[in-house]
């Protein structure tokens, strides 16, 4: 992924691209969650007498190890916008229309748009 990064962010200087970055506030929690998981009950929740049931997780949750595939997979909805992934790195999108392309970095909760031209 680093070196994705790198190799992008040298063809944006290269070719004089534009490069914008953005931060995705709740991108973790808008993640649905592929396999089953289980927690305690949070502190506070509980109900007399149901202290050893268990929450199933239907969305991810802050602390979660499996955030970032849960969050990323959110993102697929790019290539509706004529985006395609990156088969060697799924992270990555890239669109090209006529002499206008653009590359769309996710790592994490922060998303790269680099480009020469931002509204193709």
């Not at 040298?10 to 953005?22: K, L, R």
């Not at 006529?98 to 193709?120: P, Q, T």
């Amino acid at each position: 992924m680093a070196k994705s990064i790198w190799i992008l962010l040298a063809v944006a200087a290269w070719y004089d691209h534009e490069i914008w970055q953005m931060d995705v506030k709740t991108a973790f929690l808008n993640g649905f969650v592929e396999e089953e998981i289980f927690m305690d009950q949070p502190e506070g929740f509980t109900t007399v007498g149901e202290e050893q049931k268990v929450c199933r997780l239907r969305r991810s949750i802050y602390g979660l190890k499996q955030l970032p595939e849960a969050g990323t997979h959110r993102f697929d909805v790019i290539r509706g916008y004529d985006f395609i992934k990156n088969d060697c790195d799924p992270c990555i999108y890239k669109k090209i229309s006529g002499s206008s392309v653009a590359y769309l970095v996710l790592y994490v909760d922060d998303i790269l748009l680099i480009g020469n031209d931002l509204r193709c």
